[in-house]
């Protein structure tokens, strides 16, 4: 959105520099993308007076100047054909910079003769495209600047042009007059009041109008028009072609010219119809489809079936709210005119504009929504300026359908406006603010101005007034603290449990991915999911059709995008929701980690090896034990499909499962495109038992200065006894006593039998005693031994190997 700093004060009676409103528009969120100010490239140019001039003893076309100016008599050889005694110039010294001829003077030589600087012409000065001699100033004093002559005598030559960037929710400020208006509620200056006088029409509209049934409740509501005939169309005044020009549009008739002006004016597209071109009456209608329609930009476009027309007994004569035809444009020689105001539905406009890809300047207002309510004074103010620029007769105003009723109100609470703003703005300031943006007031109901369709609730209010206030001058100010002790907890204990686990798998060397909830079928299906009851209705793509029954599919494709790129080993998490069916309450939050390729990078030491199943198993322990499970659990076989049937488990607490564990199924491997091994684990994260205590508090810690005794033990028993019976066995000897029990050891195959007996295997244990009150003596120790072999002994019917 452009306009000019003099284009603004036709609005906004205001004394403020550039500079003010500048960063006033920016604060308000019209944020300045460019300023264009003629004066700052003309600041160092002064005026001069030749007092003497003589022609050049070695050129026919050039003359030797004496110039008076504020730094004394200065020589200037110069080749205007106009450059004589007596005459007030512009001078540029040396060092100054020359805009027209891109060029920084300096002290030279013209034909063996010093010249100490030029006198300019308005190409020079990019004033205008006059070369033919230097400027003439009719007055001015010697060392005045030429600026501050400029700003009397022709301000439009140092006027500055403004860009600002126009938010989708801002229509209002797509108009100069909404942006005077944000100015002067901010305190800028005083908004000029508009008048629209309606003007009496003399004669019956030759030209009717009417509007497709349909289309009046969504598409056109309102279509108003009147006939100006005997119009005269020249070329516009000047003050209007140098406004467009300003603004980057080229000045084509005074009747375009004049509709250009209003869209940018007053946010009003409008259009002129040549009425001896308009065949009948004016239909809006939809397009029946294959039309062929030749638009002003000089193009022709195939219309769509349903897109909004403007057509006659001739056809279509105009893309509503978009772009008019060619065929029945303003021309030079048009007499008679049919100037039309209508109010266009934003999303049939903007689904007409995109289709056919047209961008104009009406489509870009309408299709954001411009103020209905204004349809027919827009009609009435374009009326008056067509007559009094090009003449001409009118006719009554004829119309169909009405002015869609687009009030609303809502509730103006200056405590809860404080309080979100964090700014003390008392409650007689906030109603002056939106008073001063056309809201008005009925008690605490604020009604919202009809050209504001971004205002759609009380939150708006709050924003408006803190707009106009300035959130720059917001104090920073501390949160108050509360004198009641430790602050309770914010996260709810899954809330903590999920943070922990991630943060936990994180510091085992695990890269954490975020995957779609939603998975392909044929994988989904894999991992026992797939039903209809997870099948998305309106799925992202044919690779996302139905919610996940667990995060390892996602991880595993994640593996094959990495392996397919040269990484083969990997370590990958997710924590996230699964789920069981559509419904709420089917889902469950999982952690799950996958482990691919080697354990370790290549090394001299030979430490490289497969990841196994005790990789998983490791980790998913690591992970219960910090998200609070129990330090005891069963392990079972009773595992999914997609997990080796024999190099897997499931850790649980009687039926209720915690994690399962171990090595992937080749066939998924190979259905998912993965390079084996992999192991994985999932953690269902809300099945492992929260505490019973609901303090925010720390249990105390537990320490021992006495040391710690380790034992170790083997034991001979059948090769099906898995160990972790044994160690379980042992860990309940003495619980108080014992601290941790581990697998050190194991001895099978050929040679354990040979040894041991056929069906035999050893297994070896050491075992931590932690004393707490005592250092423990020879008899403590072997009475504890003692307990350790018997429990081992009765669980896995084996014997203390000798």
Not at 30 to 50: C, G
Not at 387 to 395: I, R, T, Y
Not at 441 to 457: E, H, M, T
């Amino acid at each position: 959105m452009k306009f000019t700093l003099s284009w603004l004060k036709q609005h906004l009676d205001t004394e403020a520099s550039l500079d003010e409103i500048l960063y006033a528009l920016t604060d308000l969120g019209l944020e300045v993308e460019e300023v264009i100010d003629p004066a700052s490239k003309l600041a160092r140019f002064t005026i001069a007076k030749v007092v003497h001039a003589e022609q050049h003893p070695d050129a026919d076309r050039l003359r030797v100047c004496r110039v008076i100016s504020d730094e004394g008599e200065k020589q200037i050889v110069c080749g205007a054909p106009n450059a004589r005694e007596g005459i007030t110039v512009v001078l540029c010294k040396p060092g100054d910079y020359v805009p027209g001829i891109d060029t920084t003077l300096s002290v030279g030589k013209i034909r063996g003769v010093e010249s100490h600087g030029m006198m300019a012409s308005e190409r020079e000065l990019e004033l205008s495209e006059e070369h033919n001699g230097i400027i003439e100033l009719p007055s001015g004093e010697v060392g005045q600047k030429f600026t501050d002559w400029l700003a009397i005598n022709r301000p439009e030559a140092v006027d500055p042009v403004i860009e600002i960037a126009i938010t989708p929710n801002r229509p209002d400020a797509l108009g100069v007059r909404g942006v005077a208006r944000d100015l002067a509620a901010r305190g800028l200056g005083t908004l000029k009041p508009l008048q629209v006088t309606p003007v009496a029409g003399t004669f019956d509209s030759p030209i009717s109008v009417t509007i497709d049934p349909e289309l009046k409740e969504k598409g056109c509501p309102i279509f108003a028009g009147r006939v100006i005939r005997g119009v005269k169309n020249g070329e516009s005044p000047a003050w209007l072609k140098k406004r467009l020009e300003a603004i980057g549009l080229r000045p084509i008739s005074a009747l375009v010219d004049i509709t250009n002006y209003f869209t940018f004016d007053l946010n009003r597209p409008l259009h002129v119809f040549d009425a001896a071109k308009v065949a009948g009456g004016l239909r809006i209608e939809p397009a029946k489809g294959g039309e062929s329609f030749a638009a002003l930009d000089e193009k022709t476009y195939i219309l769509r079936d349903g897109m909004m027309v403007i057509a006659d007994d001739n056809g279509v004569e105009s893309l509503a709210g978009v772009m008019g035809g060619a065929a029945s444009g303003a021309q030079s020689d048009t007499v008679d005119v049919f100037l039309e105001s209508a109010y266009w539905d934003p999303i049939t406009v903007a689904a007409t504009g995109r289709a056919l890809k047209i961008n104009s300047d009406a489509r870009y207002r309408f299709e954001r929504g411009i103020d209905p309510a204004f349809t027919l004074d827009g009609l009435e103010l374009a009326t008056q300026m067509v007559l009094d620029l090009c003449g001409g007769e009118v006719s009554h105003v004829v119309m169909d359908g009405a002015v869609p009723d687009v009030r609303r109100a809502y509730t103006l609470d200056p405590a809860r406006v404080i309080s979100l703003v964090g700014m003390d703005i008392p409650a007689d300031q906030q109603r002056k603010t939106l008073e001063s943006l056309g809201f008005v007031f009925d008690g605490d109901q604020a009604y919202v101005p009809s050209w504001r369709p971004d205002v759609l609730g009380e939150a708006d209010l709050v924003e408006e007034v803190a707009r106009i206030a300035s959130l720059t001058k917001l104090v920073g100010q501390p949160l108050p603290r509360a004198n009641t002790g430790v602050p309770g907890a914010i996260l709810t204990p899954l809330q903590q449990r999920e943070k922990m686990a991630r943060r936990t798998i994180a510091a085992l060397g695990y890269n954490e991915c975020v995957t779609y909830s939603f998975i392909d079928g044929p994988s989904a299906t894999l991992f026992g999911g797939g039903e209809d009851t997870t099948r998305l209705q309106n799925p992202i793509s044919s690779e996302m059709t139905h919610l996940r029954p667990d995060l390892l599919p996602g991880l595993l494709q994640a593996a094959s995008r990495n392996q397919a790129r040269g990484f083969g080993d990997l370590a990958l998490f997710e924590v996230g929701p699964a789920f069981s069916g559509g419904e709420p309450g089917e889902q469950h939050l999982q952690a799950a980690g996958l482990l691919v390729g080697q354990s370790s990078p290549r090394d001299p030491f030979g430490s490289r090896r497969p990841v196994d199943i005790y990789d998983a198993k490791a980790d998913a322990e690591a992970v219960l034990q910090a998200i609070g499970a129990p330090a005891r659990f069963q392990i079972n076989r009773k595992v999914s499909g997609w997990f080796h049937p024999g190099r897997s488990g499931v850790m649980a607490l009687g039926p209720n499962k915690l994690c399962a564990f171990g090595e992937i199924h080749p066939k998924v491997l190979r259905e998912l495109g993965v390079k084996g091994p992999a192991v994985g684990f999932t953690i269902w994260v809300e099945n492992v038992p929260f505490p019973k205590a609901k303090g925010t508090t720390r249990p105390a810690l537990t320490t021992s200065d006495l040391q710690a005794v380790d034992r170790d033990f083997a034991f001979v028993v059948d090769r099906h006894v898995e160990a972790l019976t044994a160690v379980n066995a042992a860990m309940g000897a003495d619980k108080q006593l014992i601290e941790c029990v581990q697998l050190f050891d194991q001895f099978t195959g050929a040679k354990a039998e040979e040894q041991m007996g056929e069906g035999k295997k050893s297994i070896a244990l050491t075992v931590r005693l932690q004393p707490t009150d005592k250092t423990l003596t020879d008899k403590d120790i072997e009475a504890v031994s003692a307990k350790i072999i018997d429990k081992v002994t009765k669980a896995t019917k084996g014997a203390l190997r000798s």
